[in-house]
């Protein structure tokens, strides 16, 4: 199975932000242990911190080229009308990821854009969530 792992502003910071919430790992480390957990499929991996670069993805994996897509959009879950679109505009199923529990935090952060046309949301899970999203896409 092909799958896009997108995450958005900021969490090329792992590891080194906020470490109390976020914890001490890079993502480019937790990927590693993802595919070996996941070695029959395709684990691609992007980053980026500008939302059109996202949108970008989102399009260009969405029809066919992956089947499944795990999405961390960081702050933009919560301001982005643009991504929500995308996601929505997409066959791919997506799977909304979220390392804090959103719903826990500061009070803009409680609303996500993206739950209602994700096919699944894994919210306050650590990285472990990323590996929680690639099972769901797997069943």
């Given at each position: 199975m092909?799958?896009?792992i997108l995450n958005g502003p900021?969490?090329?910071?792992?590891?080194?932000r906020e470490p109390d919430l976020y914890g001490n790992?890079?993502?480019e480390d937790y990927l590693e242990e993802l595919q070996r957990l996941f070695p029959a499929d395709s684990l691609t991996y992007i980053q980026s911190n500008h939302e059109g670069d996202l949108i970008?993805?989102?399009?260009q994996y969405g029809f066919g080229k992956a089947q499944g897509i795990v999405?961390?959009?960081?702050?933009?879950?919560?301001?982005?009308v643009s991504l929500r679109d995308a996601v929505a505009a997409v066959r791919t199923p997506?799977?909304?990821?979220?390392?804090?529990d959103i719903n826990q935090r500061e009070p803009f952060r409680r609303h996500s854009f993206l739950t209602?046309?994700?096919a699944h949301s894994v919210i306050g899970h650590g990285l472990d969530g990323y590996?929680?999203?690639?099972?769901?896409?797997?069943k």
């Open positions: 092909n799958i896009l900021n969490l090329n910071l792992l590891g080194q790992r890079s993502f970008d993805a989102i399009q999405l961390n959009a960081g702050g933009y879950t919560h301001t982005s997506v799977v909304e990821v979220h390392i804090t209602d046309v994700c590996r929680e999203a690639i099972q769901f896409l797997r």
